[in-house]
């Protein structure tokens, strides 16, 4: 069985020496060249398994490098050697194209567990595995709008490199979900996914959640604990909400991205780690930079890719398909039949704007499973406001002899909470009262309110009556 082989292109000999040694040692063929025209000629005459290219060399820079194999050899990762520091080179390198970034002077630790990652990356490309994986992971991202096929194609480059990425997208368009695809389609497939919401955690918490603690740090510290960088090691950290981070955080968190490696409070030392970031929110990182509410090293050294999530209103052709997976995903943790659209309902929800987006398409058909008669879904059992359909939509709404949706669906869009929860009580006493004459037998329960016994259920859960 032939050895892989590296390509490593750097102007000073000492580099040279030290991976040619490194990656001896790992059972790795080396080829070493010190600038851009020996390289082109080492490409020319053989392919690679991995290159490894500095930023500066006597002729020419590392990104010509990284241009050349992108165009001829694609599936041979790319690394770049920066300067100390110097991740402005670090981040054209990989929006380049690169896989990842190696820094001097160069940790033997870190560099071994690059090439064993990038390594991993070119034998599934090359026994088909990614592809593979990527069509049976994909299938979760419903719709055929071509939005849908650019972000399913541009999930399918992200997750070739190391490049962070930041995923732009209103609230519940699906961005987790997006993270974890480029995750799982990519060579840390086998490593953990760790999703974080940045707004969740107390101000106070953050370092010790992030970086973990050593025993006797500070008061409660009863015994060490791994942070959330530690617990991503050789996979991925999804910082969601991203933007809620506060400042002093946001600097600790740059240095940790650039550094590669974090203290935990109460550590001497630092820990190195290998993780790849992705991170996301709602809300627009620009203006926030702009306004000074988040750091612009950190917003530039998260957002080397950007990839933008369309809310549901840019694909309305993606409706009927999404509706229909989420029925059917319905039906099988309840154990009933699937629900059916009728046309109305159809059309209906293709008109409404959906400002939840795929969530709240979630929640309204769910809603109208419980509250619909048998499996069939009219459009007025959708109940969707008035005020976010588009002009024709009421039309769709009567077409299937009833009235238009109420203007306010009665559990999430009234303005006023005072009176949501006048009606709640009103429901909730009737229910019960009905419960007791019917000594809790639900159906007769249900039979006595005159609502099916689906909407009595939903009811109960909503009221949280047990």
Do not use: W
């Amino acid at each position: 069985m032939s050895l892989q082989t590296v390509l490593v292109i750097d102007d000073e000999r000492d580099i040279r020496e030290l991976l040619t040694i490194t990656l001896g040692r790992m059972d790795l063929q080396v080829e070493a060249v010190g600038t851009v025209a020996e390289a082109r000629r080492a490409l020319a005459e053989r392919s690679f398994d991995l290159c490894f290219t500095d930023m500066r060399l006597p002729d020419g820079n590392g990104q010509e490098i990284i241009e050349l194999i992108a165009e001829n050899s694609p599936d041979t990762p790319v690394a770049m050697i920066t300067a100390y520091g110097n991740v402005d080179a670090a981040v054209n390198a990989l929006k380049a194209g690169a896989f990842d970034f190696v820094s001097k002077p160069v940790d033997i630790q870190m560099l071994r567990g690059l090439v064993r990652t990038a390594l991993r990356l070119a034998e599934e490309k090359r026994d088909g595995a990614a592809a593979a994986k990527a069509g049976d992971s994909s299938e979760r991202l419903i719709g055929d709008s071509p939005a849908m096929q650019q972000v399913r194609a541009t999930i399918g480059k992200l997750a070739r490199n190391q490049a962070p990425v930041y995923i732009a997208g209103e609230s519940g368009v699906g961005k987790e979900l997006v993270a974890r695809l480029i995750h799982e389609q990519g060579p840390r497939a086998s490593g953990p996914f760790v999703p974080v919401n940045c707004g969740a955690i107390p101000s106070e918490l953050m370092e010790s959640e992030f970086f973990g603690h050593r025993k006797g740090s500070f008061t409660g510290a009863g015994a060490d604990k791994e942070g959330l960088f530690q617990a991503a090691q050789g996979g991925t950290l999804f910082l969601d909400e991203v933007a809620e981070l506060p400042l002093h955080m946001q600097v600790k968190l740059l240095r940790a991205i650039q550094e590669k490696a974090v203290r935990p409070i109460g550590g001497r030392d630092e820990i190195p780690v290998d993780v790849r970031i992705l991170s996301a929110t709602h809300k627009n990182l620009g203006q926030l930079v702009e306004q000074g509410q988040f750091r612009q090293d950190l917003f530039y050294r998260i957002n080397v890719i950007e990839l933008r999530v369309p809310p549901l209103r840019e694909r309305r052709g993606d409706v009927p398909q999404l509706a229909a997976f989420i029925l059917k995903a319905l039906a099988g943790k309840s154990g009933e039949s699937i629900g059916q659209l009728s046309p109305a309902a159809r059309d209906a929800l293709e008109a409404y704007d959906f400002p939840g987006n795929v969530r709240e398409l979630e929640n309204i058909l769910e809603r109208a499973m419980a509250m619909c008669d048998g499996a069939n879904i009219d459009a007025f059992d959708l109940m969707l406001p008035k005020r976010s359909m588009r002009s024709g939509s009421d039309a769709a709404a009567s077409a299937s002899g009833h009235d238009a949706a109420p203007a306010v669906a009665p559990s999430t869009t009234s303005a006023n909470g005072g009176l949501d929860d006048y009606i709640s009580n009103l429901e909730r006493t009737a229910i019960v009262k009905a419960l007791e004459e019917s000594r809790y037998n639900k159906t007769a329960a249900a039979r006595k309110l005159g609502i099916t016994f689906r909407a009595l259920r939903y009811k109960l859960k909503k009221l949280g009556i047990d």
